[in-house]
């Protein structure tokens, strides 16, 4: 059954340049691009505490900067908020051969990664993107949009006041889910492999802050315990997520019984994600996909990226991050379009969250004073802020 809601006035807000939605590590690093870039940058984010995943969801090892043969491949804030990161120490593997003047050899057998703590970081990167005059608006989830033409004209927020509009001149979504680019029917393309079960958390064992990556393949549950009726889990119903976050929950805290019998001596669940730990959801149909081919080069490259699984490399073009069908909307991150399979998976992590962030974000930032932006310029512009934007130039 359908009702049809009462045509209703909405308060707008105005003044800003730049709309970035989402503040996990794209949507901070778009943020804190297009407000160096001189934009006014406002940054919604439906949690409390920005870094989205990388924080809340508890997954604190960021994956590598540099290509597994020793090179560092991502730069600028990629490398910046590796730092900043491990800026009170890291959790565990502290980069020394990357920080510390390590040789090739050195750098070949340690890659450039770091695992660090998610609420010092958390805070961290809040006072940052402050300094930097990024607007953060908290508790506040975009559910709809308003177009003309090409362009997105507002957003729609529903937060603690009820429902408002937002003016944007241009928008990065960084929402993980392409909730942006799917409200204004800009192109999207939903994962068909699905996810499996997932829920890192952290427990004191003597001591000792011990990080556990529990995930377990989804079709072992179903033989396990048949709770869930849909053999992958999309992310994108929410009654089904909150039956797979319940079900996980409960496995989660199965492994940390068993763990804790393990340790032979007195243990504490310290931290469990608060958003929910899905890989890939849903992403833009972008003007072109980044492939992910080693070593290839991409003329309109805004960027390079290690492989997180093994040695090699990639450029990205500038393409992945461009809505096919609307002209002002930009994507960052988890979901910008790249191809499905190893393309999507080598993506969807942390380093590349912030390469593409950054570059989608200096992009949203230049198209605020006219159109376009050439893909040039914002080549320019990202050279200018130390990002390497070919393997070559490595
Ligand atoms: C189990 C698991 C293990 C992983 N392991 C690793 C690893 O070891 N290393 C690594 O580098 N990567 C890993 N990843 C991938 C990586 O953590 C994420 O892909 C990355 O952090 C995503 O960043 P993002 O900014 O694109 O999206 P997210 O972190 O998902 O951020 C999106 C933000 O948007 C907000 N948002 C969503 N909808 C709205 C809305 N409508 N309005 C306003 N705000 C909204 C969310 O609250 C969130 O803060 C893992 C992922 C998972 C799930």
């Known amino acids: 059954m359908l009702i049809t809601e009462r045509e209703r006035e909405t308060l707008v807000q105005s003044g800003w340049d730049v709309a970035v939605v989402g503040g996990g590590f794209a949507g901070a690093a778009a943020a804190l691009a297009a407000a160096r ?14 870094g989205g995943l990388g924080t809340l969801g508890l997954v604190t090892v960021y994956l590598p900067l540099c290509d597994g043969m020793g090179k560092q491949v991502s730069f600028g804030i990629a490398e910046e908020l590796l730092r900043l990161s491990i800026k009170r120490g890291a959790q565990s593997h502290y980069p020394s051969a990357w920080l510390g003047g390590g040789s090739v050899e050195e750098r070949t057998r ?36 308003e177009t003309k033409e090409r362009l997105i004209t507002h957003l729609y927020l529903e937060n603690i006041e009820g429902r408002t509009a937002v ?50 393949n ?18 994108l119903d929410a009654w089904e997520n909150s039956r797979v976050l319940i079900t996980t929950r409960k496995r989660m805290m199965e492994d940390f019984i068993a763990r804790g019998e393990k340790e032979g001596g007195p ?73 499905d399979g190893d393309a999507w998976d080598i993506c969807r992590v942390i380093p590349v969250c912030a390469v593409t962030g950054e570059a989608s974000g200096i992009a949203a930032a230049l ?3 006219g159109p376009g932006p050439d893909v040039r310029e914002v080549q320019i512009a990202l050279r200018e802020k130390g990002v390497r934007l070919h393997l070559s130039d490595c």
Request: proline letters at 3%; glycine letters at 10%.
């Open 37 to 50: 870039q001189g934009r006014k940058t406002l940054l919604i984010e439906r949690e409390f505490l920005p």
């Open 267 to 339: 243990v504490e669940l310290l931290s469990v994600p608060t958003i929910q730990d899905l890989r890939m959801t849903r992403r833009i149909t972008g003007r072109c996909e980044a492939s992910c081919v080693d070593h290839r080069r991409e003329e309109t490259s805004i960027g390079c990226i290690g492989d997180w699984r093994h040695p090699g490399a990639y450029e990205i073009p500038y393409g992945s991050l461009r809505a096919e069908k609307i002209d002002n909307l930009w994507a960052a991150g988890r979901c910008m379009a790249s191809a």
């Open 167 to 216: 003016a944007v001149k241009s928008v990065v979504d960084a929402s993980g889910n392409a909730i942006v680019a799917e409200a204004a029917g800009a192109g999207t393309h939903v994962n068909s492999v699905g996810n499996v079960l997932s829920s890192w958390y952290y427990f004191l064992s003597g001591g000792e802050q011990k990080l556990v990556q529990f995930s377990e």
């Open 110 to 145: 340690q890659r450039f990664l770091a695992c660090y703590n998610p609420w010092t970081f958390a805070i961290d990167l809040e006072q940052l993107l402050v300094s930097e005059g990024v607007e953060i608006l908290y508790g506040t989830s975009v559910c709809g949009v």
């Open 367 to 369: 198209a605020v004073s």
């Open 218 to 235: 989804f079709h072992k549950l179903e033989c396990g315990e048949p709770v869930i009726d849909n053999v992958a889990i999309t992310g």
